[in-house]
């Protein structure tokens, strides 16, 4: 087992249906060259959308961690808590 | 309304360590977490220390969930054809009251959960603490994102961990001192396999565990370290990485992890596992000067989200669970003079300084940032260690003296002896 997807498949998430993340400033993105959120977060959640130009964000395989706050160039990413009872839940941590 | 003597937020080691300290004398304390249940939020690699979590549980190794209990420490100097291996074993750590485990915090955490409400303590999980709520410019409680959610206390202790949003609200500050050189980057892979087969790859007696420290190759040369981790019928395998450097190599951690687990010197030990879990988590590295102001009118902050970790020794929950203690003590104190003000709170502050907490936070207080500027250290010397080992160990006919003098040769051609001197003597100066 190598894939990312295949390893967040193996945790357990309970989906809220509104997203914990947002990028408060996607004008931002456009001049961002490098664009850490897309490699540094470790669930892959960022991806640059060529066509929308814009940064979309898969959510719901957060682990929580953290990073794409403090990785992000613009610090443009707002990282809240998901919803209580929400997220993933670590069955070993 | 309701009114509590104590509200805590965040059910992990710190957390859970002062509510247990504040049941234990009869305080009547709420736990407030956000995940299904404790540990369902909390990540570490996870090695916990017998002697600090003893301070709270005694002899809690007999009814605690545990993995297994660790008689080997080993640090391995990795490329990606060789390895150099510094080891200990010893008998005395497979014996009561032992020296670490391995666990898993989601289960060892739960156990927490238990201890508290046996003791009397309330723990509401599923529930996200949004901010303090406060009169007179000091904190009165808490409000939670649900209906109903204001809570009331004289005094609130934020465990919340690393990500310190509430924190930063509670104590007014402008900003956390945390950036991307403050903090690494980790993840870990549980990856089941046989009892059996770890006992015997690990040249392990049954029952008992190993640690690996990886320095070198598990990072590619940036800072940070790889680590594996036997439990019970699995292995945790991760690496963690300072965000700064990730940013700049462009890596992402999950690829890290990947190229780690395939290192031919690795992989064998973990041949025909199955992950049965990935987790992320950010470690504050920043040490003491990253810390946070730690007290305020009626607050107090401790563990990850005081970002009391030390990297160096792999140590944070031990600080998390010894500062809850004392932020529980602290408000044991406080309650019997009916005082919560910040000038009362503040003993937490000069308690901290007499414990290995602060003295080695500040200890290690440059290490990050040297290290963040020296990254050749993890790069650079693995490599000059693999070199003089096999020159040390090939045969082929060269005298001793050469191959002493080969060694010598090769290292410095790598590394000015100047400059190794240099490093040896800053290494000394940021650890010692």
Same mark, same amino acid.
């Given at each position: 087992m190598s894939k990312l997807d295949d390893k967040l498949f193996a945790n357990r998430y309970k989906s809220y249906k509104e997203t914990h993340l947002k990028v408060t400033d996607p004008e931002k993105?456009?001049?961002?060259?490098?664009?850490?959120?897309?490699?540094?977060?470790? !669930?892959?959640?960022? !991806?640059?959308?060529?066509?929308?130009?814009?940064?979309l964000t898969a959510y719901e395989g957060c682990v929580?961690?953290?990073?794409?706050?403090? !990785?992000?160039?613009?610090?443009?990413?707002?990282?809240?808590?998901?919803?209580?009872?929400?997220g993933i839940q670590y069955k070993f941590g | 309304m309701e009114k509590f003597d104590a509200i805590v937020v965040g059910a992990g080691p710190a957390g859970l360590s002062a509510a247990i300290t504040m049941a234990d004398k009869?305080?009547?304390?709420?736990?407030?977490?956000?995940? +299904?249940?404790?540990? %369902?939020?909390?990540?570490?690699?996870?090695?916990?220390?017998?002697?600090? $979590? %003893?301070?709270?549980?005694?002899e809690f190794w007999k009814e605690a969930p545990l993995e297994r209990p660790i008689t080997e420490e080993s640090y391995w100097f990795l490329t990606g054809d060789s390895v150099t291996k510094f080891g200990h074993r010893n008998q005395r750590f497979a014996e009561e009251p032992y020296n670490a485990f391995s666990v898993f915090r989601a289960h060892f955490d739960k156990w927490m959960g238990e201890k508290l409400k046996a003791k009397g303590g309330l723990l509401i999980c599923e529930t996200v603490v949004e901010d303090v709520i406060e009169k007179d410019g000091k904190v009165i409680g808490v409000k939670c994102g649900r209906a109903n959610g204001d809570i009331y206390a004289d005094v609130v202790i934020v465990a919340e961990g690393v990500n310190s949003m509430l924190t930063q609200k509670a104590l007014k500050m402008q900003k956390m001192n945390m950036k991307e050189d403050y903090l690494a980057v980790a993840v870990k892979e549980v990856i089941y396999l046989d009892e059996e087969k770890i006992e015997d790859r690990f040249a392990l007696e049954k029952g008992f565990g190993a640690t690996i420290e990886v320095i070198g190759d598990s990072t590619k040369g940036m800072v940070g370290t790889g680590f594996i981790y036997t439990n019970k019928e699995s292995i945790s395998i991760g690496t963690g990485a300072l965000m700064s450097q990730l940013i700049k190599s462009k890596m992402s951690p999950n690829d890290l992890l990947e190229s780690f687990k395939n290192n031919p010197m690795v992989k064998p030990l973990i041949r025909g596992g199955e992950t049965k879990e990935y987790a992320g988590h950010m470690i504050p590295e920043g040490g003491y000067n990253a810390m946070p102001k730690l007290y305020g009118n009626g607050v107090l902050v401790a563990g990850d989200a005081a970002q009391m970790v030390n990297g160096l020794h792999r140590e944070g929950s031990n600080m998390a669970m010894i500062s809850g203690k004392i932020a529980g003590e602290t408000v044991i104190a406080a309650a019997s003079k009916g005082n919560f003000s910040e000038e009362t709170l503040s003993s937490y502050q000069k308690k901290l300084e007499d414990t290995f907490i602060i003295k080695d936070l500040k200890k290690y207080k440059k290490s990050s940032e040297y290290f963040d500027h020296n990254p050749e250290l993890f790069a650079l010397y693995?490599?000059?260690?693999? +070199?003089?080992?096999? $020159?040390?160990?090939?045969?082929d006919g060269t005298s001793k003296k050469d191959v002493q003098k080969k060694m010598m040769k090769d290292a410095f051609k790598k590394r000015p002896v100047m400059s190794m001197a240099k490093d040896v003597y800053n290494f000394w100066r940021v650890l010692v």
């Open positions: 993105c456009l001049s961002c060259k490098d664009k850490p959120c897309t490699y540094v977060c470790p !669930a892959g959640v960022y !991806a640059w959308n060529e066509l929308e130009n814009r940064i929580e961690c953290g990073t794409c706050r403090y !990785a992000c160039t613009y610090k443009v990413i707002d990282w809240q808590n998901p919803k209580g009872g929400y | 009869g305080l009547k304390v709420i736990v407030i977490e956000r995940g +299904d249940y404790p540990g %369902a939020k909390n990540v570490m690699g996870g090695i916990l220390y017998s002697e600090p $979590t %003893a301070q709270i549980f005694p693995p490599e000059l260690v693999s +070199d003089a080992m096999y $020159t040390f160990f090939n045969v």
